[in-house]
């Protein structure tokens, strides 16, 4: 990848005025996933996020719909993360005529190669599995993009610096601010010359990241888009006694403990957890297993952060990771020894909702066992494997297959990344002053409804849920 950093743009355009800015919700707006806004500026098109619509059979189907508009109208895309709900439909826009630059944090960009290629991978992997098993819908099933796509897509990446106003099309200027979620993870303030400023939340973080600071203050702007993930929740307080009773109850049945965990950040966050609690004499010192390539990959990215000292990483006095005890798993065959551990031990393994990836192996083999555990550390969207164990399923389908769920489940959702409902309120009300108008996207239902009832009530202001695909004039 060549993320060449980017140069802010002159004041070309002084005193220029824009055409009127109107948002649309193409992904994101009452799911979670697929986040896709794009701002209209005159006859400029930009698209904030890009990202994947992930989950059920239906949600994953409509990454293969009309966008709505033509990608090669688009004339650049920002992004806030490297999640792949956020970024994971970039190589498809680029395959589809999408001509621009990509702009995102330094760190953002690296962890996006990483989650694009492996995406791309794991979309080839299904279609061969599909093809070769009999168990799609479709004759020819074939991926949404190829590693050719994504790595095309990679080439497209450009770095932009932290708190710094960057042209990112012509009177149009960004300004991404740590957002405290994952690494690099930002907050996008798009202002328009002459014209409205859009403050997109991105993905919120927490107060408490063991590795990154806390969101920074948001800067007042006419029309904020907020997320609401946990828009009806209040996360429990981080208690680290939960998470060693569940490895000492499994490691006392001499079972395992099995973690689906996002591969970016929430493997670093598990890894300081872990390391805490042996170093403490909460847990025994068990073999932990990181039994994901992309995981693996985002970790070295971390440390690079952490030696550097990013502006959204905290300053550490220790390493953070115990790296002594810990195994990589690069390799398939690596993969396939800890199907079936013949000792107590942890293994963390991606994707964190169990809807893709290596954990799907392991969740066939360890499911049936009662004396394992599959601790559940994150977000669960609906449709996902990882939501049905959430809920008590008591079966669940992998490659065709239904496989008994014998073992325990514990949810830990406290592990989470992301701002409760009361962070997000928080973060909202420290803005300098009210906006116009506030749009609650990238939730289920629920969620939305929920934190724009509290906005309203709470903060008084106007706040709507807009529906996917809806257009809304920014004034
Ligand atoms: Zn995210």
């Known amino acids: 990848m060549t993320v060449t950093a ?79 709900d956020h970024c994971g439909y970039v190589p498809k826009l680029c395959s589809d005529g999408f ?35 009999g168990w799609s819908k479709h004759s020819l099933p074939r991926p949404l993009y190829t590693s050719e796509d994504a790595q095309n897509a990679v080439g497209r990446l450009t770095a932009v610096p932290f708190d710094t106003s960057v042209e990112v099309a012509a ?90 965990a996002f591969a970016v950040d929430r493997t670093e966050v598990l890894l300081c957890a872990l390391k805490e609690l042996v170093e403490g004499g909460a847990i025994p010192r068990v073999p932990v297993f990181v039994d994901s390539p992309m995981a693996l990959r985002a970790l070295g990215i971390y440390r690079e952060a952490l030696d550097r000292q990013d502006p959204d990483v905290r300053s550490l006095a220790d390493d953070p990771f115990d790296l002594t005890h810990l195994q990589a798993l690069t390799s398939v065959e690596q993969s396939m020894t800890v199907n079936s551990p013949r000792y107590p031990s942890i293994v963390i393994s991606a994707s964190g909702m169990a809807s893709g990836g290596r954990v799907l192996h ?32 008591r079966l669940v389908k992998i490659h065709g297959h239904y496989v008994p769920v014998r073992a325990e489940v514990v949810d830990l959702e406290e592990y989470s990344v992301h701002a ?16 116009s108008s506030c749009f609650v996207t990238h939730g289920e ?16 202001w106007l706040a709507v849920v807009p529906r996917s695909g809806e257009r809304v004039l920014c004034t």
């Open 362 to 393: 392991h969740l066939k083999h360890q499911l049936p066992d009662p004396r394992n555990t599959v601790v559940l550390v994150g977000f669960q969207a609906a449709g996902t494997r990882g939501r049905a164990l959430q809920e008590g399923a």
């Open 6 to 84: 980017h140069r802010p743009g002159s004041d070309a355009h002084p005193g220029r005025k824009s055409g009127p800015a109107a948002l649309t919700f193409l992904g994101g707006a009452g799911t979670v996933t697929g986040s896709k806004t794009l701002l209209s500026v005159g006859a400029q098109e930009v698209l904030v996020d890009c990202g994947l619509f992930q989950g059920g059979h239906d949600l994953r189907r409509r990454n293969w719909d009309d966008l709505g508009v033509a990608p090669g109208r688009i004339g650049a895309v920002l992004l806030t993360h490297a999640h792949l």
């Open 445 to 460: 239902p629920d969620a939305s409804a929920a934190l724009r009832e509290r906005i309203e009530a709470e903060l008084g």
């Open 99 to 133: 001509l621009g630059p990509v702009l995102a944090t330094r760190a953002t960009a690296r962890l996006v190669e990483v989650v694009l290629l492996d995406s791309a991978h794991l979309l080839e992997e299904e279609a061969q599995h599909a093809a070769a098993h």
């Open 171 to 260: 009177a149009i200027r960004g300004t991404w601010r740590p957002a405290g979620h994952i690494l690099g993870s930002a907050t996008v303030h798009v202002e328009i010359e002459g014209g409205a400023s859009i403050l997109f939340s991105g993905d919120l973080g927490r107060q408490g990241h063991p590795l990154l600071k806390a969101p920074a203050a948001p800067p007042a702007a006419d029309v904020v888009v907020v997320e609401s993930t946990y828009g009806q929740r209040k996360h429990q307080r981080r208690d680290p006694a939960r998470l060693a009773d569940a490895i000492n109850r499994t490691v006392a049945r001499g079972g395992s403990v099995l973690i689906p």
């Open 420 to 435: 409760d409902a009361d962070d997000v309120l928080a973060w909202l009300g420290s803005m300098p002053a009210a906006p």
